[in-house]
């Protein structure tokens, strides 16, 4: 998880880095949430009405979701955003509904994720390429409009209802509660390791934080060897822990210059 949107005064209404949402919802009650309703203003309880649950939707009761530095940028309204908004987009539950063309592959019960888009149009040369993120009327995971008109919000609530395409099954060896963080953060350093490097490579990680620490573990199950290179000397046993075969103080003008071309 991002540990330092917790240090966030916005965020202080959580204990902890996960948020975990256990009530299941019924098709006609309100969704419990927490939401901003100003910039820069603290997340509090915030209800709304879903939308109906179409043919190609499946509605997921949320048990967990990660806090992304995202969350803060758009709660502190860096983008001119619309208020209320209810943030989250590292979303994991379980189905609890679904409409009559989503497939048996996220039938009721079954564990799945959602990450930072749940909509596109479907039609323009990247949607059509499988790169839905750069598609121009892509639907965000909250603060966007869907297809039905309705505006999206995301996993700091109780349920969700959203497109099955953009609904992942879990497998079952993986914790719901360490799978959420990889929707954000984790892709985020996964699609680059797995798009530039190969096996035996010697991978820099810059910073052991919330996106260094699993791009560590990412490079080292994918057979490279990660070198951890951060600020802080008292990263180092956590660094190695993760996976790293060195670490590297940034301020070692001496070490880096050996780490040259290597």
């Not at 502190?76 to 619309?82: E, G």
Request: hydrophobic letters at 35%.
């Amino acid at each position: 998880v991002h540990g330092e949107c917790c240090q966030k005064n916005i965020f202080r209404v959580f204990s902890v880095c996960l948020l975990r949402m256990s009530s299941i919802q019924n098709k006609d009650e309100a969704v419990q949430a927490f939401a901003a309703y100003e910039p820069r203003g603290r997340l509090i309880p915030y209800s709304f009405t879903p939308r109906a649950l179409t043919d190609d939707d499946v509605e997921i009761s949320v048990s967990f979701c990660g806090v992304c530095r995202t969350d803060i940028m758009f709660v502190d309204d860096d983008s001119k955003n619309s208020f209320p908004i209810v943030p989250g987009h590292e979303i994991v539950g379980t189905v609890v509904a679904s409409g009559n063309s989503v497939p048996s592959t996220h039938k009721e019960g079954t564990v799945v994720a959602v990450g930072s888009y749940i909509g596109c149009c479907g039609k323009c040369h990247d949607c059509e390429r499988g790169e839905v993120q750069l598609c121009r009327d892509v639907i965000k995971t909250y603060d966007s409009v869907d297809h039905q008109g309705h505006k999206t919000h995301g996993g700091f609530a109780s349920s969700m209802r959203v497109n099955y395409r953009y609904v992942y099954p879990l497998p079952p060896s993986l914790k719901p509660e360490y799978a959420a963080p990889l929707l954000c953060s984790g892709v985020t350093v996964y699609s680059p390791l797995r798009r530039w490097a190969k096996p035996g490579d010697r991978i820099g990680v810059v910073g052991i934080g919330g996106h260094g620490h699993v791009a560590i573990q990412f490079a080292k199950a994918l057979g490279m060897t990660p070198v951890a290179l951060s600020t802080s000397a008292d990263k180092a046993t956590e660094a190695k822990e993760f996976g790293a075969e060195e670490f590297m103080l940034i301020s070692d003008s001496y070490g880096l210059e050996k780490l040259y071309d290597s």
